[in-house]
């Protein structure tokens, strides 16, 4: 199933909608580990993970972290 929006998929919308406002996107990561803030250790404060088609290695810092899951069934 997917979700559709006047007639079209909502996934290649919300996509368009990312590209647009992101300076980077990262495709095909998978986050194995959240990093924790040393001074707050209750806030999130980045992310570890890796490519699933290269292996390539990833390390992500950040000021705001949403966690979301998707494509599990593929």
């Known amino acids: 199933w997917q979700i559709m929006i006047h007639g079209e998929s909502y996934k290649p919308i919300?996509?368009?909608?990312?590209r647009k406002a992101?300076?980077?996107i990262y495709n095909?990561?998978?986050v194995t580990h959240l990093l924790m803030d040393e001074a707050k250790p209750d806030r999130v404060a980045g992310?570890?993970?890796f490519?699933?088609?290269s292996?390539?290695?990833y390390?992500?810092?950040a000021k705001?972290?949403?966690?979301?899951a998707g494509g599990a069934s593929h």
């Open 64 to 68: 705001a972290v949403i966690v979301c």
């Open 28 to 30: 095909r990561i998978m």
């Open 22 to 24: 992101a300076t980077e």
């Open 55 to 57: 292996g390539d290695f």
């Open 14 to 18: 919300v996509a368009e909608a990312a």
């Open 51 to 53: 490519n699933v088609r």
């Open 59 to 61: 390390v992500f810092r």
């Open 47 to 49: 992310a570890v993970g």
